[in-house]
T-cell receptor, first 110, second 117 residues
Framework: AQRVTQPEKLLSVFKGAPVELKCNYS??????LFWYVQYSRQRLQLLLR?????SIKGFTADLNKGETSFHLKKPFAQEEDSAMYYC????????????WGLGTSLAVNP | GAVVSQHPSWVICKSGTSVKIECRSL??????MFWYRQFPKQSLMLMAT?????????EQGVEKDKFLINHASLTLSTLTVTSAHPEDSSFYIC?????????????FGPGTRLLVL
């Protein structure tokens, strides 16, 4: 079965500290991977996708096929980064649904 | 661009009644939409995939007669919770799939909070 694993349910860091949210996926060819973010009382929104290789709000994520990981990183966390972060990948079948991790709640403390 | 709306944003109903939730893609056409449930401080649970002009595909364990999905146009999908009971109280979220330049992205609605008394 295809899986996306986010091992940390909660991650708490201080402002200015580096942060890494972990995501591992079960291997299935060349995956497409996403990070979505949900700020308090807001809708879920796409943060970044690995194909774009871009940095959004200071976050980056590198696909490591050897480790089947797609960890989300930011060198200096800000309080406004506090949110729920979800890693996801498309289902390998014809259905275009996403397979979701359970999410990591990031708390950035002042 | 790529905005998805949901209506209503919240609804309270009596047990046994049916509730319809609308999901609209406002500035793009979506042949595929998705319906999720989200429990407090938990991940998204996909309920079904809504396909324009055809029957929805339900995830295992989701009762299709309980959660009726209609996707009659390229911008609208509806979820009807039939004969709602208190255990159906939840946060229901829809998303719409946008395809641009060979890339697919799910855009999410703001969610509908349902409370069944």
């Amino acid at each position: 079965a295809q899986r996306v694993t986010q091992p940390e349910k909660l991650l708490s860091v201080f402002k200015g500290a580096p942060v890494e949210l972990k995501c591992n996926y079960s291997y299935s060819g060349s995956p497409e991977l996403f990070w979505y973010v949900q700020y308090s009382r807001q809708r879920l929104q796409l943060l970044l996708r690995h194909i774009s290789r871009e940095s959004i709000k200071g976050f980056t994520a590198d696909l490591n096929k050897g480790e089947t990981s797609f960890h989300l990183k930011k060198p200096f966390a800000q309080e406004e980064d506090s949110a729920m972060y979800y890693c996801a990948r498309p289902n390998a079948g014809n259905n275009r649904k996403l397979i979701w991790g359970l999410g990591t709640s990031l708390a950035v403390n002042p | 661009g790529a905005v998805v709306s949901q209506h209503p944003s919240w609804v309270i109903c009596k047990s046994g009644t049916s509730v319809k939730i609308e999901c609209r893609s406002l500035d793009f056409q979506a042949t595929t939409m998705f319906w999720y449930r989200q429990f407090p401080k938990q991940s998204l649970m996909l309920m079904a995939t809504s396909n324009e002009g055809s029957k929805a595909t339900y995830e295992q364990g989701v009762e299709k007669d309980k959660f009726l999905i209609n996707h009659a146009s390229l911008t609208l999908s509806t979820l009807t919770v039939t004969s709602a009971h208190p255990e159906d109280s939840s946060f229901y979220i829809c998303s719409a799939l946008d395809r641009v330049g060979g890339q697919e992205t799910q855009y999410f609605g703001p969610g509908t909070r349902l409370l069944v008394l």
